[in-house]
């Protein structure tokens, strides 16, 4: 495994991003899943454990808080809300996780597949803000629906290390539920990603607290 924090782009301290996650903090049968799977990684070197309340999967990037104005957010926000509200809550089953190239992750499938949405978001993006949206770190194969457990950092173990220790866990893979997408201010600091200003998003039928 190699270290995931090295990343040639520069991200200073108290930088924001905006970003679409899928936030799975709140969403007991998706935590109980990932956190049995990393009581098996206590103790190794190398690894950051996600605390439950940072586990997500990954949408897509948007843009740098700095680099975009409120008028253009505010566009963003009200076509991806329509977007959202066309599409039901999206069955989703996490699988065992497994070592990646720079973190532990399970696959995900969803049902239906948020593909599509990601790609009209995608658009969203370049219509409202007039750029590209911002490219988050991706599976070597491009995007797939998954969600860490882990990060390797400076000292990075060994991927078949890991998978023998993940291995010792019998679990079947997990079902959950999807209800809302969120729109939030991504920080990468203190070697994990987590964020503030979460803006909840729901799927078509879903109702938000």
């Not at 970003?19 to 799977?37: E, I, K, M, N, R």
């Given at each position: 495994m190699k270290n995931h924090w090295a990343r040639e782009e520069p991200w200073p301290p108290g930088r924001r991003?905006?970003?679409?996650?899928?936030?799975?903090?709140?969403?007991?049968?998706?935590?109980?899943?990932?956190?049995?799977?990393?009581?098996?990684?206590?103790?190794?070197?190398?690894?950051?454990?996600v605390e439950p309340r940072w586990l997500?999967?990954?949408?897509?990037?948007?843009?740098?808080?700095?680099?975009?104005?409120?008028?253009?957010?505010?566009?963003?926000?009200?076509?991806?809300?329509?977007?959202?509200?066309?599409?039901?809550?999206?069955?989703?089953?996490?699988?065992?996780?497994?070592?990646?190239?720079?973190?532990?992750?399970?696959?995900?499938s969803t049902t239906p597949s948020i593909g599509p949405l990601r790609e009209d978001l995608a658009e969203t993006v370049r219509t409202c803000l007039g750029r590209e949206p911002h490219a988050l770190p991706l599976p070597r194969t491009g995007f797939q629906p998954h969600i860490s457990i882990a990060y390797a950092n400076a000292d990075p173990p060994r991927a078949q290390e890991v998978d023998e220790r993940l291995g010792a866990v019998d679990l079947p893979p997990t079902p959950f539920r999807a209800s809302h997408l969120s729109l939030l201010r991504l920080r990468r600091e203190d070697a994990r990603w987590s964020w503030d200003g979460e803006e909840r998003i729901p799927f078509g039928g879903s109702a938000m607290p």
């Open positions: 991003l905006w970003a679409l996650y899928v936030t799975c903090g709140s969403t007991p049968p998706l935590v109980a899943h990932a956190t049995a799977f990393q009581e098996s990684l206590s103790g190794m070197r190398g690894l950051d454990l997500h999967m990954t949408v897509l990037g948007v843009a740098f808080v700095d680099e975009v104005d409120q008028r253009g957010m505010t566009r963003l926000l009200d076509r991806a809300s329509t977007l959202v509200a066309a599409v039901p809550p999206i069955d989703m089953v996490a699988a065992a996780p497994r070592a990646r190239t720079d973190a532990v992750w399970m696959s995900v």
